[in-house]
C-alpha cells in the first residue's frame, strides 16, 4: 500500500504546509517529527483527508484520494486523533464499532460481522474485557487504546496517528509502541506517527520525517538520518546524540 | 452486572409497550363519560354500525372524531419532538440541544401563523412552516458558520433567530384581523385541542416520513455524534448526512407544530432521561426517545383532559410534568453529563 | 354587581332657610349639577378604585360598548379618540358615520395604546375594556389620568348602570334615565309577553361566541330573559375581567344542547365559525341542536355590547325560543323603532342586517 505524495499544499490564515514529492513505505512505521508549529499535525490530516486537499496531490495505492468517494477513501486510509471528546457517553463496543461506518450503508445497522471486526479489534488490543464499560471510565492510556481498535475495526491500510503517546507514562508508552510495531508487522499497516519525543521515534521508528515551517526537511531510515547537524537544522539549537547500548539518546 | 443488563431490557421492553397501553387509556379519558365497555361497543360499532344499533351516535363520534385524532395527535407529536430533539443532539455534540434552541420551532411557528392569517384555514399550514423552519435553522448554520459546533456560539445563533421569528409572529398577530385572531387563540398557546382529522391527513404522513428516515439513521447518528474530523476519518460523508438529519428533524417539527403551536422541553428531556436509563447508542436512544415522549405527551394530554373541562395549554404542562421528573433522576443516576 | 357610587359631600353648615330655597332650585335648574362640585369614587370591573372628575368634557373610549353609549348620549362630540374597533371595523359606525369620524385611533388589537397620543389628546378620563388586564393601570399611572375599565359583563343591570353614570359623567342624565326607562320597558314587554316559563320549557343553548366552537360566555342575559337557558352558566370564566371561558367539543356534545347561537356580529367573510360549517361538522351530528337544524346567528358581543342591538337580539331571541308567543313579531320594524330611539336615525337595524346577511332575522 504506498502512499504517495505529488504536491500538497494547505494554507490555514497564519500557516502554510507545503510538501512535494515524498512516498512512504508499505508495513513501515514512519515517525514524522519537527518543533510545535512546523505542520505535523496539519500533515496527517492533509494525509487523511480531513482537512480538504486538491485532486492529483495525495495518491495511496495509486488512486487519487482527493477523486475517492468517503467510503472509499476510510478503507484505505484512518486518521486517529490524540484525544476524543466524551460528549455522550458510549460503550467501549459501541465506540469500537463506529470504526465499521464504512462498510455500512447510512440507513443500515451494523452486522453480525461487524460487530465481530469489532471484536477482534479489541482483542487486539488487549481491550476484550472492557466491552461494556463506559468510556468515561477508562484511563486516558486505556481511551488511546480504544482509539487504536476503533482505527483497526476500520481495517484501512494506512493508519495516521497523531501524537499517541503524549501524556503517557513511560509503561503505557511503550506498550503503545510495541502495539504499533505489532500492527505494521502481523496486520502489514501503513503507519504515520506524529511524535514529540525524538528518542522514542528513532527507537521506534522504521523511517523519520523532519518538519519544519510547513515543509519537508529531511527523510529517510531512522537510523541512517538521525544526526546532530540535522537537528540543529530543525530545531535551532544545539543538540547531542549519544549512542548507548544501542540506543540514541538526545543531549540538550 | 448481568442482573443490571436484563433489569433494563425489561425496562426497555416496558417503555416500547407503554404508548400502547397509554393508547387504549387515553380513549377512555374525557369529559363524556363513556364507560370502557361503552368505548369497546363504540368502536366495534364503527367497524360494522349494524351489528350495535343501540350504541348512540354521540359515542361514535366522540370516539372517531374526538378522540382518536386527539390521541394520535398526542403520540405524534411526543414521539415526533423527542425523536428530532435526540437526532440534533447527536449531530450538534450537545445533549443541551434542541428543535427550540435551533430556532426550527420558531421558524415552523411563524410560517404556520403566516399561512393561517393571509391564506385561511384551507391552505395546510405545514407547509409554510416547513419553508420558515428551513429558513431559520439554515441562518443559524449559516451564521454561526464553521464554529456550529461550538455550543455557545450555536446557541446565541439561535436564540437570535429564535426572537427574530418571535418578534415576526408578533407582527403578524399584530397585523391579523381581530377575527382570526381570536381564531388563533388556542394555536398560539400550544394545545392540541385544535386536532382534527383534516390537519392530522397532512401532519401525520410527514412526521412519520420523518421518524422513518431518523430511525433509519439511528446507528448513524453515533458516528456523527463524534467531532467531524473523526466523522470524516471514519468515512461519512459529512455534510450530507448532517443536511439529511436536520432536514428530517425541521420536517417532523414544522409538521408538529404546525397543528399545536410551541411545545417545547419535550426534545431536550426525553432524550436525556432515555440516555440516563439506557445509554448513549443512539439505536436504542431513537426508538425509545419516542416511544417515552408519546407516553409522556399522552399522559399529559389525559391530564389536561381528565381533570377539568377546561384547556389548558400543553406546552407549559410538559414542562410542569417533565421538569421535576428530569431533576428527580438526574438526581439519582448522579452523572454529570451522558 | 355593579359599580359602587360614593359621594362625597360638602362640608354643611347651618344656613337660613330662604338661603337652602334658592340653593335648592338652583341645583334643579342647573343642568347635570346633581352633584356639585364632587368628584366620584367608584369601583371598576376590575376592582379598581378610580376617582372619576365631575363632569368630563374631553373623553377617551378604549371600550366600544361605551363609545356607542356616548353616542347615544348625545355627546359624541367629546371623544377624543377612538380604539381601534370602532375605528375601523364596527359596522354600526359606518352606517351611522359614512365618512370616518375623523378621530385618532389610540389603541391597537394586541393591546398596545399610543401613550404620547393620549397626552396630547389630554382627556378628562379615560375609558377601557376590563379584558385588557393591564392596560387600565399602565395608563393611570404614566400619565395619572383617571381610568376606568367599565363593560356590561353580559348583564342588563351592568348595561343600564353604565349608563347612567356616563350620564352622570356627561351632565345628560335626562337622556340615559330616558333610555334606560326604554330599556327595561321594552324587556317587560318581553318577560310579561313570555309569563312564567317552566324550567323544561326553556331551551337548552350553547353560545359559541368569540370566533370560536369552544369558546363560551358563562353569563349573557338576552338568553335568560328570552326564555332560554345558557348551558355553560355555572362555569367559571377564564379569568379577571372576561366573561368567557373554554370548553371541550365533548362538553358541547354531554350538554346536547336544543339551540346552538354563533356569534354573528362579523362579517360573514370573517367569521370563522357559520352555521353550514356547524352543520357539516362530523363531530357535532349527534347533537339536538344539529340534528334539528337549530343553529343560528346571534349579535352577540363584538367588544361588548351595542345597547339598542342587544335590546332587538333580545325580541329575536324570544321568538326563536318561543315562537307561538311572538308570532305578531315584526322584527324589523320593532328593530328600526329601537334603533332610531338610541341612534335617532332611520332604518339603522335594516342596513346592519343587510351588512351582516342576517336574513333569518327579518324572515
Given at each position: 500500500m504506498s502512499i504517495r505524495v505529488a504536491g500538497l499544499e494547505f494554507a490555514y490564515p497564519k500557516f502554510s504546509l507545503r510538501v512535494e514529492g515524498i512516498a512512504f513505505e508499505t508495513a513501515k512505521v514512519t515517525a514524522i517529527v519537527g518543533p510545535n508549529g512546523a505542520g505535523k499535525t496539519t500533515f496527517l490530516k492533509c494525509l487523511g483527508a480531513v482537512l480538504p486537499i486538491p485532486k492529483g496531490a495525495l495518491f495511496i495505492d495509486g488512486r487519487d484520494l482527493a477523486a475517492l468517494k468517503s467510503r472509499e477513501r476510510a478503507r484505505l486510509v484512518c486518521y486517529v486523533p490524540q484525544e476524543h471528546d466524551t460528549t455522550f457517553n458510549y460503550t467501549v463496543s459501541d465506540f469500537v464499532l463506529m470504526g465499521r461506518a464504512a462498510y455500512i450503508s447510512p440507513f443500515a445497522l451494523p452486522s453480525h460481522e461487524d460487530a465481530e471486526s469489532a471484536a477482534e479489534a479489541l482483542e487486539f488490543v488487549g481491550l476484550s474485557g472492557f466491552a461494556d464499560r463506559a468510556i468515561s471510565e477508562l484511563s486516558s492510556g486505556e481511551r488511546r487504546l480504544v482509539l487504536i481498535a476503533r482505527a483497526l475495526a476500520q481495517q484501512s491500510a494506512v493508519l495516521l496517528m497523531d501524537e499517541p503517546t503524549t501524556f503517557l507514562d513511560p509503561k503505557h508508552e511503550t506498550e503503545l509502541f510495541r502495539l504499533i510495531r505489532k500492527l505494521a508487522v502481523e496486520k502489514k499497516k501503513t503507519i504515520l506517527v506524529t511524535l514529540h519525543s525524538l528518542e522514542m521515534a528513532v527507537q521506534h521508528s522504521d523511517l523519520m520525517v523532519f518538519m519544519k515551517r510547513g515543509e519537508v526537511v529531511a527523510y529517510g531510515k531512522s537510523a541512517e538520518v538521525f544526526e546532530d547537524s540535522l537537528l540543529e537544522r530543525v530545531y535551532d539549537m544545539q543538540m547531542k546524540i549519544i549512542d548507548w547500548e544501542g540506543r540514541k539518546f538526545v543531549l540538550r | 452486572m448481568n442482573g443490571q443488563n436484563s433489569r433494563t431490557k425489561a425496562l426497555a421492553v416496558f417503555m416500547l409497550v407503554l404508548p400502547l397501553v397509554l393508547f387504549f387509556i387515553s380513549l377512555s379519558i374525557g369529559t363524556y363519560g363513556i364507560s370502557p365497555r361503552g368505548l369497546f361497543q363504540a368502536a366495534l360499532s364503527v367497524v360494522s354500525p349494524a351489528s350495535h344499533p343501540e350504541v348512540p351516535a354521540a359515542h361514535r363520534d366522540i370516539l372517531l372524531r374526538i378522540r382518536l385524532p386527539r390521541v394520535l395527535l398526542a403520540l405524534a407529536v411526543g414521539a415526533a419532538l423527542s425523536v428530532s430533539g435526540a437526532s440534533l443532539q447527536a449531530l450538534f455534540k450537545n445533549p443541551l440541544v434542541n428543535e427550540y434552541i435551533l430556532g426550527i420551532s420558531s421558524g415552523a411557528a411563524f410560517g404556520a401563523a403566516l399561512s393561517l392569517v393571509f391564506?385561511?384555514?384551507?391552505?395546510?399550514p405545514q407547509l409554510a412552516g416547513f419553508l420558515f423552519a428551513a429558513v431559520a435553522v439554515g441562518a443559524v448554520l449559516l451564521i454561526s458558520g464553521k464554529a456550529e459546533s461550538h455550543f455557545i456560539s450555536l446557541l446565541l445563533t439561535g436564540i437570535i433567530v429564535t426572537a427574530f421569528f418571535s418578534a415576526l409572529l408578533s407582527l403578524v398577530e399584530f397585523f391579523a384581523s381581530p377575527y382570526v385572531l381570536q381564531a388563533l387563540f388556542f394555536w398560539l398557546m400550544g394545545s392540541?385541542?385544535?386536532?382534527s382529522w383534516k390537519d392530522l391527513y397532512v401532519s401525520l404522513p410527514l412526521i412519520a416520513a420523518g421518524l422513518v428516515v431518523l430511525y433509519l439513521l439511528r446507528w448513524r447518528l453515533n458516528v456523527l455524534s463524534m467531532s467531524d474530523e473523526e466523522a470524516r476519518s471514519l468515512g461519512v460523508n459529512v455534510r450530507r448526512e448532517k443536511i439529511l438529519v436536520i432536514a428530517a428533524t425541521t420536517l417532523i417539527t414544522a409538521a408538529a407544530t404546525a397543528i399545536v403551536g410551541i411545545i417545547g422541553w419535550l426534545g431536550f428531556i426525553v432524550p436525556h432521561l432515555v440516555r440516563m436509563m439506557f445509554g448513549a447508542d443512539n439505536r436504542r436512544v431513537v426508538p425509545l426517545s419516542a416511544a417515552m415522549g408519546a407516553s409522556l405527551m399522552m399522559i399529559a394530554d389525559d391530564i389536561i383532559r381528565g381533570v377539568s373541562s377546561f384547556e389548558i395549554p400543553i406546552g407549559i404542562f410538559t414542562s410542569l410534568v417533565g421538569i421535576p421528573v428530569f431533576l428527580i433522576l438526574l438526581k439519582k443516576t448522579r452523572k454529570v453529563w451522558l | 354587581m355593579g359599580p359602587e357610587v360614593k359621594a362625597k359631600r360638602c362640608g354643611t353648615g347651618g344656613p337660613p332657610k330662604l338661603i337652602l330655597i334658592i340653593l335648592a332650585v338652583s341645583a334643579l335648574l342647573?343642568?347635570?349639577?346633581?352633584?356639585?362640585?364632587q368628584a366620584q369614587t367608584i369601583k371598576d370591573r376590575l376592582g379598581r378604585t378610580v376617582v372619576i372628575p365631575p363632569r368630563a368634557e374631553r373623553i377617551l373610549s378604549l371600550q366600544p360598548e361605551v363609545t356607542r353609549i356616548l353616542v347615544a348620549l348625545g355627546v359624541a362630540d367629546r371623544l377624543v379618540g377612538l380604539d381601534y374597533f370602532i375605528g375601523r371595523e364596527d359596522h354600526l359606525f359606518r352606517i351611522l358615520h359614512p365618512g370616518r369620524p375623523g378621530l385618532p385611533i389610540v389603541s391597537m388589537p394586541d393591546e398596545s395604546v399610543n401613550k404620547e397620543l393620549i397626552l396630547r389628546l389630554d382627556p378628562d378620563i379615560v375609558f377601557a375594556s376590563p379584558t385588557e388586564l393591564q392596560v387600565p393601570d399602565s395608563i393611570q399611572r404614566s400619565l395619572g389620568i383617571p381610568v376606568a375599565a367599565l363593560a356590561s359583563m353580559g348583564s342588563f343591570a351592568g348595561l343600564l348602570e353604565e349608563m347612567e353614570l356616563i350620564g352622570a359623567l356627561t351632565g345628560r342624565q335626562e337622556r340615559a334615565r330616558e333610555l334606560r326607562d326604554y330599556f327595561r320597558e321594552k324587556i317587560r314587554l318581553i318577560t310579561e309577553t313570555l309569563g312564567s316559563i317552566a324550567p323544561e320549557a326553556r331551551p337548552k343553548t350553547y353560545l359559541a361566541f368569540w370566533s370560536s366552537l369552544v369558546r363560551t360566555p358563562v353569563f349573557y342575559e338576552p338568553v335568560q330573559t328570552a326564555g332560554g337557558r345558557n348551558i355553560a352558566e355555572h362555569l367559571l370564566p377564564s379569568r379577571l375581567g372576561t366573561i368567557g371561558t373554554v370548553i371541550t367539543v365533548e362538553q358541547i356534545l354531554e350538554w346536547d344542547p336544543d339551540i346552538i347561537l354563533i356569534q354573528g356580529s362579523f362579517l360573514p367573510r370573517e367569521r370563522q365559525v357559520t352555521v353550514e360549517g356547524l352543520l357539516r361538522d362530523k363531530r357535532l351530528s349527534s347533537v339536538r341542536a344539529i340534528r334539528q337544524g337549530g343553529v343560528h346567528y346571534t349579535l352577540g358581543f363584538w367588544y361588548w355590547w351595542d345597547p339598542a342591538g342587544v335590546l332587538v337580539e333580545t325580541f329575536y331571541l324570544a321568538r326563536l325560543f318561543h315562537p307561538e308567543k311572538f308570532g305578531g313579531l315584526d322584527l324589523e320594524k320593532e328593530g328600526n323603532a329601537v334603533y332610531e330611539k338610541f341612534?335617532?336615525?332611520?332604518?339603522i337595524f335594516s342596513k346592519l342586517i343587510g351588512a351582516l346577511a342576517l336574513h333569518e332575522w327579518t324572515k
Open positions: - | 391564506l385561511g384555514r384551507a391552505f395546510p392540541l385541542s385544535l386536532a | 342647573a343642568p347635570g349639577a346633581l352633584f356639585p362640585n341612534y335617532r336615525e332611520k332604518d
